[in-house]
């Protein structure tokens, strides 16, 4: 065994593995013929999917309420009512077998879903007076939904949506500060199970009609070996370097974001080379989670394929994609660049190298090897902000030339081996039907969690929203401040118990419309893009936040590091993170908000890095020496004038269109602290004690 395989024995990466298993839809293993009912199913999602993408011309309601059929299907199949057969039946938790309750119970709530298109011209002309067949099935619907997100996602988002079920109707009846008009059993159920405006609302149909492919895209990545492909990539590049193993990490992950959305499937990916590497040059093992943990979570930040939510977010817009690629670049690139300057850091603190060149392997050689993998990807990209098709057409593009690598990998490397080409074409074929069913096990949890989001989606519709933005504007006394923190507080809160998707629908929803408007009340023009780009990353960073932070208990698994401990020193690192979207709210050049222009796009993002740098010096207590107190509050000012030149600015009488007059200040502000520090620099030998 070498140092780039772990070993399948080791207990933490046992645990991880189960984890990001359980995330990605893997469930119950049933025995016999019952084992291929739910890749059967996959495969016939995948198919379908591909089909609407391509040459099957559906109506929009009927792509949604079939792709919600399918992702209930496998729900009821594939996850037992009980993980653990603690009480009751033991048919209730068998994870060997798909007992004949959980096949009714698919079936029905498959149908439930499929209703929708089945009385499709009858519901169109009863709309707003459902009968009481429509009544049943659109109760059945939305328990069956929530028992399903219950089973795949957790209790959180069940009973989140069960409260704002519970204050639909009972809003009459509370105190005057929070009461609302109500409604009838009659106008719910119109408004959740038999319109556009509930559960088959926008985010259900961004689910079916694009995050699905991409999906499907990462999963033929993964199968095909991309991902090991991408780390020993990195690790090649950047092996050498000053604690290099953990940059290699922050590259891995952003470029195994390409192949999986899942933050815990990252690490499981990445992590389990890295992790070990990084342990082994020196990194204490929770620093060494916590770096694989902040890589991971910040891989759905970097465009230009973003997480799910960030085709939602151009849904909600009502802007192309690319536009969400391009507001976003300057605030995840500056987020990751510091990143790698963290790693530095700790690296210097602990007087760290990197790992012998003769130990990695070579880069041409690497590069070369897997070369098949990056001509898929840089068509996808091509189409997407080169060719402007959009985000659906891409990814189906991609699809099909990655099946042709995938059908032709192992017969070539077979012919090179001179091994049988007929075993190697059958084992490509099962690799193909393998990833479809793969990718329609990873998109359930999508699925449903636009889904069950849609419930407090159209209960807001419902007349809410002028509501939520008079409870906030109470709360936050009309602070943008005070507002923008409670908003941020609270993704993180919710975001605990919800997957990112789930967590941004939720608070864009409640929150993004209010933060526009409670702006322009007090005289600040918020753009409607920075106001949803600041939930979706808080909902993202709820993925490492304690004492939850499901990630970085995967990393501590692997790392044998305490999970709280792993998790705190994570979220530290991500700390540079969470002051972008608060900078991209007050200075909108950080989304290239009416920026056009190359020249000024690169100045922002050199200045945003620095500021970014400064940052984080600050938090961790070390630019190139250990900080002195005094020194801090420089940083932060260097920080504040990278990325908030209008503030500055305005504060010294500059006009607003000479802001960028500011940056030599901070520059040289940062040069005089690396002054300040240099006589200070550890020695190597004596780095360690300076720790």
């Not at 079936?107 to 067949?133: H, K, V």
């Not at 012919?415 to 007929?422: A, H, I, N, P, T």
């Not at 936040?545 to 970085?552: E, F, K, S, W």
């Not at 940056?663 to 040069?671: I, K, Q, S, W």
Request: charged residues 10%.
């Amino acid at each position: 065994m070498t140092q780039f395989e772990i070993s399948d024995k080791d207990d933490g990466l046992e645990l991880a593995k189960k984890m990001a298993e359980e995330e990605e839809g893997v469930g119950r293993r049933p025995q016999g013929p019952s084992k291929y009912v739910i890749p059967t199913i996959g495969v016939a999602w995948s198919l379908f999917q591909l089909s609407i993408a391509s040459w099957w011309v559906l109506d929009s309601t009927f792509t949604r309420a079939i792709h919600l059929g399918f992702a209930m299907l496998i729900v009821f199949l594939n996850y037992p009512v009980l993980k653990k057969a603690a009480f009751g039946p033991k048919f209730l938790s068998a994870t060997d077998r798909i007992p004949i309750f959980d096949f009714v119970v698919a079936t029905i709530a498959c149908l439930s879903a499929l209703y929708i298109a089945i009385d499709y011209g009858g519901i169109t002309q009863r709309y707003g007076l459902p009968n009481q067949r429509d009544i049943i099935m659109g109760l059945v619907l939305t328990i069956l939904l929530l028992e399903a997100a219950r089973r795949v996602i957790g209790p959180a988002l069940p009973v989140i949506a069960g409260v704002f079920i519970f204050y639909a109707f009972m809003g009459p009846y509370m105190p005057d500060l929070i009461a609302f008009k109500g409604t009838s059993l009659n106008r719910f159920v119109g408004q959740m199970t038999m319109s556009t405006e509930g559960i088959y609302g926008i985010p259900l149909d961004v689910s079916a009609t694009i995050v699905f492919l991409f999906v499907l895209f990462g999963a033929m990545l993964d199968k095909a070996g991309a991902g090991q492909y991408f780390i020993r990539l990195a690790l090649s590049l950047l092996g050498g370097f000053k604690g290099g193993p953990a940059k290699a990490a922050i590259m891995g992950s952003g470029l195994t974001g390409l192949v999986s959305g899942s933050s815990i499937a990252n690490i499981v990916t990445t992590g389990t080379f890295t992790i070990p590497l990084m342990k082994k040059v020196g990194y204490p093992a929770k620093k060494a989670a916590a770096v694989e943990v902040a890589a991971s979570t910040d891989g759905q930040l970097a465009p230009p394929i973003m997480g799910a939510a960030a085709f939602i977010i151009a849904e909600y817009v009502n802007v192309p994609y690319v536009e969400v690629i391009k507001a976003a670049a300057v605030p995840a690139f500056a987020s990751y660049a510091a990143l790698f300057y963290i790693t530095h850091i700790e690296a210097s603190k602990l007087g760290l190298s990197g790992i012998p060149r003769n130990e990695l392997p070579p880069f041409f050689k690497t590069l070369i090897g897997g070369a098949h993998f990056l001509v898929p990807i840089v068509m996808l990209l091509w189409e997407l902000i080169i060719e402007r098709h959009s985000p659906e057409l891409a990814a189906f593009n991609a699809i099909w030339v990655m099946a042709i690598i995938m059908l032709l990998q192992r017969p070539v490397q077979a012919y090179l081996r001179k091994e049988s080409l007929g075993a190697a074409f059958k084992q490509s074929i099962v690799d193909i039907f393998s990833a479809l069913a793969g990718g329609a096990r990873n998109m359930v949890s999508v699925a449903l969690a636009t889904a069950s989001a849609g419930i407090i989606v159209g209960v807001v519709a419902l007349g809410l929203g002028q509501l939520i933005t008079a409870i906030i504007d109470t709360l936050s006394g009309g602070n943008i401040f005070l507002m923008l923190t409670i908003t941020a507080i609270t993704s993180l809160i919710i975001g605990m118990g919800l997957p990112t998707t789930a967590t941004y629908i939720v608070m864009a929803s409640l929150t993004a419309p209010a933060i526009v408007e409670i702006g322009a009340l007090n005289d600040f023009i918020v753009p409607l893009m920075a106001a949803h780009l600041f939930c979706f990353y808080f909902g993202i960073l709820a993925d490492d936040t304690p004492p939850v932070g499901l990630a970085a208990y995967a990393a501590a698994a692997i790392a044998k590091s305490p999970p709280i401990a792993t998790g705190v020193q994570g979220f530290m690192y991500d700390i540079r993170t969470a002051i972008l979207p608060f900078m991209f709210i007050f200075n909108t050049d950080l989304i290239l908000h009416n920026v056009n222009s190359w020249l000024q796009g690169l100045l922002i993002f050199a200045m945003a890095c620095f500021g970014n740098f400064a940052f984080a010096s600050a938090t961790q207590g070390w630019f190139v020496a250990r900080n002195k107190i005094w020194e801090v509050p420089l940083l932060i000012c260097v920080t504040l004038i990278c990325m908030r030149p209008d503030l500055v600015a305005s504060l010294i009488g500059m006009p607003h269109d000479q802001r960028y007059w500011v940056y030599p200040m901070g520059l040289a502000l940062y040069g005089l602290i690396y002054l300040m520090q240099r006589p200070r620099i550890p020695k190597a030998d004596a780095a360690q004690a300076a720790a």
